[in-house]
């Protein structure tokens, strides 16, 4: 989901400045772009409803819990450097080094992450991300935007998403590996566990926003409660997915 918000973005650049508004409720939020992030919602909310949640529906319904389990262990695993650096770079290092500790073990013992034996040992699964260590060092989100098919992708997380692509080592893999493996792995780790997780946040949304007479600016509320309990105290994990 990363690599095609950064596709996204390219798209959408270049029209942000002819849908600004200056209104002042849209000043109040910082959503200067609220007509075109209002259109794009009424977008996403028709291909979450015809397409995210029917394809994630036919992988729960279809996959073992189990099998699920373990594909989403061996994701989080493989995602596991992203949130070390990150952890270095925010100062918390004893976090930092529990982590190191996590990934050592799963990566061994835990068969490559289909184990979560970590967990089992006072490891729990943690993440961290570049939008999360920017806020950590006073950055703030930068005005509201929503992007085709992402979501809620504020300037800041955006540029996060970008930072988190170069240090992780999945980018990096070596060009001697099968197309089908890269492809595999890469689309595994940056599109299919975030996707998702995306379809799972979604239903829990739309249970918020049932009743409520603006569903968009009720949308960009709960994300932002969201997204400021992840920097404050760490990305919540769900292994049922």
């Known amino acids: 989901m990363r690599t095609v918000g950064f596709i996204v973005l390219v798209g959408c650049a270049l029209g942000l400045a002819a849908c600004t508004t200056n209104s002042p409720e849209a000043v109040a939020a910082n959503d200067r772009f609220e007509p075109m992030n209002r259109a794009v919602y009424g977008f996403d909310e028709k291909f979450d409803q015809y397409i995210v949640l029917n394809i994630a529906g036919l992988y729960i319904n279809n996959v073992p819990k189990p099998v699920r389990i373990g594909i989403h262990n061996v994701v989080s695993n493989a995602e596991e450097p992203v949130t070390i650096a990150n952890d270095i770079l925010q100062l918390e290092f004893a976090r930092a080094g529990g982590m190191t500790s996590r990934m050592a073990l799963n990566s061994t013992a835990g068969l490559g992450g289909i184990v979560d034996l970590a967990?089992?040992?006072?490891?729990?699964?943690?993440?961290?991300?570049?939008?999360?260590?920017?806020s950590r060092y006073g950055i703030g989100e930068g005005p509201f935007l929503v992007l085709p098919i992402i979501g809620p992708e504020p300037p800041r997380d955006l540029i996060g998403d970008g930072t988190d692509l170069f240090i992780d080592p999945l980018t990096w893999l070596p060009t001697g590996w099968p197309l089908l493996d890269r492809l595999g792995v890469t689309a595994g780790v940056h599109i299919?566990?975030?996707y998702l997780t995306h379809?799972?946040?979604?239903?829990?949304?739309?249970?918020?926003?049932?009743?409520?007479?603006?569903?968009?600016?009720?949308m960009r509320s709960i994300y932002r409660q969201q997204r400021?309990?992840?920097i404050n105290g760490g990305r919540p994990v769900v292994v049922d997915w």
């Open 228 to 230: 400021a309990d992840e």
């Open 199 to 218: 379809a799972r946040n979604m239903l829990l949304r739309h249970e918020l926003e049932k009743g409520s007479l603006d569903a968009y600016a009720t």
């Open 119 to 134: 967990a089992k040992h006072g490891l729990p699964e943690q993440s961290a991300d570049f939008g999360q260590t920017l």
């Open 192 to 194: 299919w566990d975030p």
